[in-house]
């Protein structure tokens, strides 16, 4: 049984993806040896994680192991939905092209910026007084 894996980022978040052939009708997501909904209980971020599946034909045939760590549960969504996405791209080349479009295979490389000395935030000063 062949294993393909994947490597995905986002923020601090990276998620390791490893899919193998669904023998079953019905594929498993393991996320930390968790199931999907159990790890995500939040509908819209559990959706990110499939999305990469459900846009490629042949994407759903596939058992899918991840190990995840880092970062809060949207960042480490959308590090898995990069994972598999590349993954996936392993498997058939065909699918680049409406994973790309679909912007799932672009690296989001915004981080959070540095708080710096003599301010609040990163940005924000104190109040300023004229007098």
């Known amino acids: 049984m062949e294993i393909i894996n994947?490597?995905?980022?986002r923020k601090a978040?990276?998620?390791?993806?490893?899919?193998?052939?669904?023998?079953?009708?019905?594929?498993?997501v393991l996320i930390n040896n968790r199931q999907l909904a159990e790890y995500f209980?939040?509908?819209?971020?559990?959706q990110k994680?499939?999305?990469p599946m459900m846009t490629v034909e042949g994407g759903a045939g596939y058992n899918v192991k991840i190990s995840v760590d880092g970062g809060g549960l949207k960042g480490q969504a959308e590090a898995i939905r990069?994972?598999?996405?590349r993954a996936l791209c392993k498997?058939?080349?065909?699918?680049?092209?409406p994973l790309k479009e679909k912007k799932f295979l672009t690296r989001d490389s915004r981080e959070v910026e540095r708080k710096k000395f003599g301010k609040r935030k990163a940005r924000r000063s104190s109040q300023f007084s004229k007098r």
Request: a positive charge.
């Open 13 to 28: 978040a990276v998620a390791r993806v490893y899919l193998t052939k669904s023998s079953g009708d019905t594929p498993t």
């Open 49 to 51: 994680v499939l999305d």
């Open 91 to 97: 498997i058939n080349v065909d699918f680049r092209g």
């Open 82 to 85: 990069m994972a598999i996405s």
């Open 6 to 9: 994947a490597v995905g980022r």
């Open 41 to 46: 209980p939040i509908k819209d971020i559990a």
